[in-house]
């Protein structure tokens, strides 16, 4: 099973921050968080991922909070092509990443 | 220069047919795996291989065989075809194992369906 508990959907206006929040209050001391999205049915695509520190790339930043129990994607300007379903996941050991039902984030203009 | 491919997009087939999925990476990945997303959008794993070796096997049905006949391919034969195989097909690679910061890119998937 999932590691994570994200909302089920969320909606953004074109231009404005897209704030992912996702729960992991079980996620162990090595277990790292990945981000992924998939864009209408195409294969997932990976964003960022962090253990402790947070993280930023050119498509997001990631930020955990101390406890490591929780973590938000945010994407900084969101434009319509960013719809997708984005998917929290926890890495378990030997390499499997679990997805949950990921959070539908829909970029309205 | 595409990543990850997958052979065929589309698969329509009948029941009770075998067939298979073909994916290649030019990444120079070590590792090499095979998800499948049902009705529902639920991805799951199915298996991955690390330089020809099998190193996960979850609970998918032996009609299904993985075969990497090099570290670059990892192809997806499926026996027997039913109802209920009917799901898109995404294969991924990873440089190592898949372990710690290893990231998984994924290929654009194969969807079938059987009727």
């Known amino acids: 099973d999932a590691k994570t508990t994200q909302p089920p959907s969320m909606d953004c206006a074109e231009g404005r921050a897209a704030n992912l929040p996702c729960n992991h209050s079980t996620i162990s001391g090595n277990e790292y968080v990945y981000w992924y999205r998939q864009i209408h049915s195409q294969g997932p695509q990976y964003i960022i991922h962090g253990l402790k520190n947070n993280e930023t790339n050119e498509m997001a930043s990631l930020i955990i909070t101390e406890d490591r129990k929780s973590s938000t994607l945010i994407l900084p300007h969101a434009t319509l092509r960013d719809t997708a379903v984005y998917y929290c996941i926890v890495r378990v050991g030997g390499g499997k990443l679990i997805f949950g039902q990921g959070t539908e984030l829909s970029v309205k203009p | 220069d595409t990543a990850v491919s997958q052979t065929p997009k589309y698969l329509v087939t009948q029941m009770g047919n075998d067939k298979s999925i073909k994916c290649e990476q030019n990444?120079?990945?070590?590792?090499m795996y095979w998800y499948k997303q049902d009705s529902k959008k639920f991805l799951k794993i199915m298996f991955s291989y690390n330089n020809k070796e099998l190193i996960i096997n979850e609970t998918v049905p032996n009609r299904f065989s993985p075969k990497s006949p090099d570290k670059a391919h990892l192809n997806l034969h499926i026996n027997s075809l039913e109802l209920g195989d009917s799901a898109v097909y995404f294969c991924a690679s990873s440089r190592l194992r898949g372990e710690g910061t290893d990231t998984q890119y994924f290929g654009p998937g194969t969807r079938l369906t059987v009727l």
């Open positions: 990444l120079g990945h070590d590792t």
